[in-house]
Nanobody
Framework: QVQLVESGGGLVQAGGSLRPSCAAS????????MGWYRQAPGKEREVVAR??????NFADSVKGRFTISRDNARNSLNLQMNNLKAEDTAVYYC??????????????????WGQGTQVTVSS
C-alpha cells in the first residue's frame, strides 16, 4: 500500500504561483508513475501532469505554465504552477501508479490517491 499526502494548495490571485507537494509513504518503492489530477466543481477529474521513467506529459491547458518534478530519494512529487488563471481553481489530487509484469504484459496493478488540496485562483 502507498499513502499520499498533499500540501501547498491555497488562495492566490490570477498571475500568481503555487507549488503543491505530495509525499509518498508505505510501499513507495513500488511506484512507477506519479501525477497530478484536478477536479473543479461540477466537472470530471482530469489529468494535469504525469511523470514516469520515460515521459512527462501535461494537459494542453497548463503547458508552458506548470512543471512537475519527482524526487525519488524523498518519495515526493511537486507541481510548480505559474501564471495561474481562475480556471485553474480546483481540488488537486496526487496520484501514484504501480505497474508490474503480468504474464506477458505490463499492467497497472495498483493506483493510489491523496486526499486532495484546494487551489483557488481569484480573478
Amino acid at each position: 500500500q502507498v499513502q499520499l499526502v498533499e500540501s501547498g494548495g491555497g488562495l492566490v490571485q490570477a498571475g500568481g504561483s503555487l507549488r503543491p507537494s505530495c509525499a509518498a509513504s508505505g510501499s513507495a518503492v513500488s511506484i512507477d508513475a506519479m501525477g497530478w489530477y484536478r477536479q473543479a466543481p461540477g466537472k470530471e477529474r482530469e489529468v494535469v501532469a504525469r511523470i514516469d521513467s520515460a515521459n512527462t506529459n501535461f494537459a494542453d491547458s497548463v503547458k508552458g505554465r506548470f512543471t512537475i518534478s519527482r524526487d525519488n530519494a524523498r518519495n515526493s512529487l511537486n507541481l510548480q504552477m505559474n501564471n495561474l488563471k481562475a480556471e485553474d481553481t480546483a481540488v488537486y489530487y496526487c496520484n501514484a501508479e504501480d505497474w508490474e509484469p503480468v504474464y506477458n504484459i505490463v499492467a497497472k496493478v495498483g493506483e493510489y490517491w491523496g486526499q486532495g488540496t484546494q487551489v483557488t485562483v481569484s480573478s
